[in-house]
């Protein structure tokens, strides 16, 4: 009886040191923030595709499409603007990638096909603008002002970044006969200002491309969560995001004989309709491989 009584009590003490070791105190040097110990995402490893042989794709379709970050669903994209994490430890998407190119964690490209690689000094020469200012000299005998326009540079604002666009590839896997899709290439649309015929004009510009193929830009997109309206402990991490397709986009172009976009050809509601024909013809080529 008594080394049954002395088992409870060893196990009900190693029980509660257990336990003890999961209660964070604000003196053990821990963040005083946190009420338990956070480990899902730190130290989190992005999972390698499963392997591929060419022999296996059946059927490739090449398509370009874009998300609009204006759009309510996709504003998680978006905010928290500020230029690295906020007091809720989030990062948008944007500042993510560019902080992790500043620091040369991955190659960053100037085309869509990721062949030509591009510094980040050039990438951010690219996207910086200029504005235009309006300087007055002394005043002369006549109380004349001779006018000067001085071209200044315009520090360059991530938060301007309101589209993405997207590479990506569907095929059949006959290995399992599923339809899936790989995300090769990111880009963002930026705005900016030029001088145009003396006078500021704002643009938009696409940025350098981002090889979301590659296992460096997946290990960064993996390790930052995304904010989740619904359920802080639901938040998923942008790697999941792309992966489970949790996102509203439009189709901007399919692989044509023209090798042109949507708008080249159809414009207004025209070009919705053909953008949304596109999908549909892609879902229709999985379900018609289980028709009998």
Known sequence: MKKVLLSIFALAAFTMTVNAQ??????DGSNPNDFYQ??????????PYANLRESDVVWKMLVYRQIDLNENFNQFFYYPIEQGKNEQGRINLVNLLMTAAANGEFDIYE???????????????NLQGRQLKVRYGEEDEFGDQEVFNDTIPEDFDPATARLIKLKEY?????????QKVRITGL????AKNILRSGESEEVSEWSFWVPMNDMRVRQVLVNANAYDEHNDVAERSYDDIFIQRYFD?????ESNKYNREITQYLTGE???IESQMIEDKIFDIENDMWEY
């Open 249 to 253: 986009s439009y189709i901007t172009r």
């Open 170 to 178: 569907w095929y059949i896997d006959k290995q399992d006969s599923r």
């Open 270 to 272: 025209d070009a919705i």
């Open 187 to 190: 880009a963002f649309r930026f």
């Open 22 to 27: 999961s209660i964070i105190d604000a003196e």
């Open 111 to 125: 085309d869509d096909d990721m062949k030509v690689p591009q510094e980040w000094s050039k990438a951010m020469a």
């Open 38 to 47: 956070k480990g899902i995402v730190v130290g989190k490893r992005a999972m």
